[in-house]
């Protein structure tokens, strides 16, 4: 027997606006660690600046689909 998530509505709406509002975000500051000079060297590569804050932004996207996924299961 499978229990779903039991969880108050008011806290798996908090879960999701959080997942929308990290989806929305942190792909807008990427686009900002882009366009910032530090983000590439001399040659037009990408630095250690740019993949740390790709990487930052990679995770806190997974983070925000895993919360928002919780969210509508709580819902559901």
């Not at 929305?24 to 910032?36: C, G, H, M, N």
């Not at 600046?49 to 895993?66: D, E, K, N, P």
Request: no cysteine.
């Amino acid at each position: 027997m499978t229990v779903g998530v039991q969880l108050p509505v008011v806290w798996a709406v908090v879960l999701v606006v959080t997942a929308l509002w990290n989806l929305l975000i942190w792909p807008r500051f990427l686009q900002r660690v882009a366009k910032d000079p530090r983000a590439r060297d001399a040659a037009g590569r990408r630095t250690r600046f740019y993949t740390v804050h790709a990487v930052l932004v990679g995770v806190s996207l997974l983070l925000a689909l895993a919360v928002g996924v919780l969210g509508v299961v709580a819902l559901v």
